[in-house]
């Protein structure tokens, strides 16, 4: 047997062993060392000082754009960051950067985020047009560094670049929105590109937005989706009226309570609960549950659970409806009114009622009834978890004398 | 008869070397890939906005399904990092299955839970419910107690009353960092379309509600035991899944972190309680079914760590933990066995599959012949002591420098331990071949064993003990 190779193997092994290990622990230690002169600087700009630019300056004769883009990931001053990024600039050679930037001269996607980063610092206007092409890359890390550089700088041009690219779809468009959503503020007339675009998506992110930013002036346009061919579209449409819209809208979103499509209708219920105001007259709101609870048997699973949720926070107006859908023909809308009743505490209150005056209860005793009859098991006994074992005995014991006198 | 054993030996010995090269070889392409995978998900991390995904409404909202089965003793500490991650918007069900120690009354005592009803949609097969329970203090918490059907049971229990379109399916003994979610969600939010499942890395702890750190970095929990399933974890994690992950052949998403798509997970019927463990086998019915179909897909596992789990302390334990791996690699391999060397399946067929079965299926057996080929050798007079202890000693380096490289890996990305705690890692290396792998060997032959006896129960692991 050729064992004459285990001794070379033992030790190209051991060595090989101890090599990484030593590797790893002077990587971590050039690691330690390179972290803690990184902090020193940051510490060292960060320090009011009257020659800031001279700072910056001497810092930059110190780093490269790699370590400057660790510094502004990790955290510096607004003014800080701009006045190093203009001495990195400068040391590193504006064409070049530029170059680099637009992908135009080769060195791999790390450095031309690194290079955009310079650039978008720096505030430069040749940013932008960088920073579009870098979205549209089709690159997933040259567009998450884009798109976060666009947020952090937040102005007019930037929410035109994210805009753009949201309208065309250029990354993940939740992705897009959650940055554009992010930004200080938005101009309305922005929104103009996603509102005017044919693809049904590119309206309901307008449609969002302008909910999430307060955007009136799109009211109208928003009305008009809600009868959009795309149910998409609709969805956005009756999420942003809630925001956006005023008390006359109600009546669109109540007519949106029957839409053919499922999770419009689900939307419209969360909308109506959304745009609640319990400062109102109380009958507009009875009006909305009396609706919302005709959800309650819908054919759709998550249609019924939204309008579950959407009563339990409209509240006291919608007891009244609740009650009354104890008697639904429908089991589940029975027992999902019951639920509701529960939860928002009005059974417990009627209870309460009848065990201090159980004579005078008239109108207690019946509802509670009811809900014994639909609640289920699980919400029965909720219920009665509530009391004492000798309130509970009181109770059941009224309960029942009522129910063999009728 | 005589004559016949060294020839015997000889061809023993030489399958043997034959399987360890190959493994070597494969562990080695792996590594190569991983150091890819991994460089490009550091620096992803590194550049991501977290501060936008974490205060947007359009951030990915998250339904967290939790089963517990006596978990007493950690129940509130796993619960209470889940309250308290940082993300948008996410739910917390936590699914008692039917505990038979006071996990529901901890509970109970710590979120201030109150019964209520909830009418549900069984989607998926599940026992019935006892009782759904909400949470006056954290309004994100629903617990619900139910008999006692297996975790399977459990997480398609939590996923039917699940509302929203993801489902990240966590365990109840383990503690979880406060931007686990956000870590895991960061690939989802990004591609919505095309990711629909995302596993990532757990470090190890005897008891996780007592980690500690230096700064954002972890002490290791220096018990031995521990820390040889620390190298286990480290090179499985950072050296083989993100190689898998890379080829999109992740055949593995842990029970202690996973996130799928909940249409994928109703389409597919939910967790099988035909197995004994329910995450690996979902993990192939998702490739099967995907690559069967030709829809377009992508399941993750990432380099960072997003919690810490409850390592076993005891051989005992260990050993029934391991056995339990190793019989529902073995059961999860035979019924997909049509995807192996298939083309149809892709790098799943070709590559995923073959090395399960290399690798995991077949290591029992190749260690079993080992360990009967080299005294057999050494009697025969083929080799020598000294040669039987080289091989030993190659063997123990070999396996520490896979252990220093995946180490080497998890430095280059995240940087997870503290810095006093590396050389001991390092040099304690070498040893786990005498000190551990006995035992996880004796582990994997009794997993196989199991596997042909038929055997499916659960053997969940005594708690560690607590002070």
Known sequence: MPLGILTPLLVAAALLWALVGLFVLVDRARYDAHTTRLDRARKELARTNPSLEEHARDVARRIGPTAFQQLVLEGLPHDVETALARQVRARAGEDRLRRRADGSESGGVWRRIEALQVLASSAAADAYPALDTAVRSGNPQLAVAAIRMLTMLGGREAAVVLIKALRDGAYSRARLAAAIDRLPALPADLLT????????????????????????????????LLDDGSPLVRRGAVEALAAVGDAGDRELLLARLADATAFVRAHAARALAASADLSRAQSSDENVAAALVTLLADREWIVR??????????GKPAIAPLVRAMSHADRFAANSAAEVLY???????????????????????????????????????ALLSGFTDSERVTLMRYLDARTATA | MMALLPALAWYLFIACLVYLSSIVLIFTSMWVV????????????????????????????VSIVAPAYNEEVCVAAAVRSLVNLQYPEYEVIVVNDGSTDGTLARLRDEFQLEPTGTFYRKTLPSLDITQIYRSRREPRLVVVDKNNGG??????????LSRYRYVCCVDGDTVYESDALLKGMRLINHDPAMAIGVTSQISLHRHPEQATRVGNRMRVDRHLLMMFQMFDYLRAFVASRLAWSRGNYMLCAVGAFALWRRDVLVELGGFSKNFTCEDIEFTFRVHEHFRSTGKPYRVYSLAEPVGVTEGPDTIRALVSQRARWQRVITESVWHYRRMLLNRKYGTVGMIGMPYYVLAEVLAPVFQLLALISIPLAASAGLLRIEDVVRILLILAFGGALFTNLALLLQERSTRRFAARDLPYIILLGPFELLLYRPVIFYAQFKGAIDFLRRDRRWNKFQRNRRK
């Open chain 1, 193 to 224: 590109p996603l509102f005017e675009s044919a693809e049904p998506p590119a309206r309901f992110w307008g449609a969002r937005l302008a909910g999430r930013f307060s955007a009136r002036e799109w009211t109208p346009t928003v009305r008009r």
């Open chain 1, 305 to 314: 659970a939204s309008a579950r949720r959407a009563l339990r926070t409209i």
């Open chain 1, 343 to 381: 939860s928002s505490g009005a059974i417990t209150e009627l209870a309460r009622q009848v065990l201090v005056a159980p004579t005078s209860a008239f109108e207690a005793t019946p509802i509670l009834q009811r809900y014994m009859a639909v609640a289920g098991a699980h919400l029965a006994q």
């Open chain 2, 34 to 61: 991983a150091v890819r995978e991994n460089r490009l998900r550091g620096q992803e991390g590194r550049l991501e906005d977290y501060a936008t995904l974490l205060s947007s409404p359009f951030t990915v909202p």
């Open chain 2, 151 to 160: 975790k399977a049971d459990a997480l398609n229990c939590g996923i039917n």
